[in-house]
């Protein structure tokens, strides 16, 4: 077991991830998508300077400035832009519709990159971004493999829309936090950066608006969120991020990121025994495809 270490703790990782998503997606269901973004970065600042102290890394308080620009600029696009669209988007359609939508935030990341950066993509890696995106466009555009149809859900094609800001926010914050991260810059330090910035940024506009105390108040009416944004916290910037740190540290970056890139096919017995909604053959094979696409992109 000990040479396939890196490959386990990306298996993990996905694993934790999916937990993250359900788990945000009951809570923003109970207290709303602006509570669980707030919160859950308090939670995840308090989790990620423990996790520093137990790994015996310093604490990022005296990076270079500039880190502090690109890594800050890339958790307000990620972590407050993204992440507010992605949270709405779980309330709206769920986590697997949500996440799966989410797996093409490295196709953008590459594309932007590519256009921005002059990164290469070959002819195999375009093909693997249309994979990816027919894939999801297949699940997307069925409309009777769910409950989650727009036939169904008036808020379906809203949700979608806001999924695809989500990725769009992730891929922008990938492709910012990229450049604070260079030099071996420690990736657990760059997300505790990320989070700060953006838990100001977030908070400022939560005080200036006079929504804390409605925040607190939400959270102690609802203890049962209150427990499902700490379990997320904790699966996701916490565990999650530890596990993925590891498994790119102990295998390949292209495996790694292939078997972290599993949470859509993880999400469909969540999908159908969580949320019961219908999944068609459909929404499998289309996810499967998906999900392939992204593979294909990290292992060429």
Known sequence: MEHYGGEFAALTTSLLFTATSTQFTLAGRQVGSLVVNRTRLVLAIMLLTFAHLLLNIPLPFFADSYRWMWLGSSGIVGLVVGDAFLFQSFVWIGPRLAMLLMSLAPILASIIAWLFLKENLS?????????TISGIAWVILERNSTTNALADNPNYGRGVLFGLGAATGQALGLVLAKQGLSDNFPPLSGTLIRMLIAAVVLWSITLIRKQAMNTLHKIIEHPKAGLFLLGGSITGPFLGVTFSLFAV????????????????????????????????????????????????????
């Open 123 to 131: 002819i195999l890696q375009i093909a693997a971004i249309l994979i």
């Open 249 to 300: 540290q102990q295998t390949e970056v292209g495996i790694a990121s292939t078997l972290m890139a599993l949470p859509p096919l993880f999400l469909l017995p969540v999908g159908y025994f969580v949320f019961k909604e219908r999944i068609g053959s459909r929404a499998i094979v289309g996810t499967c495809i998906a999900v392939f696409g992204v593979a294909l992109l990290f292992l060429i």
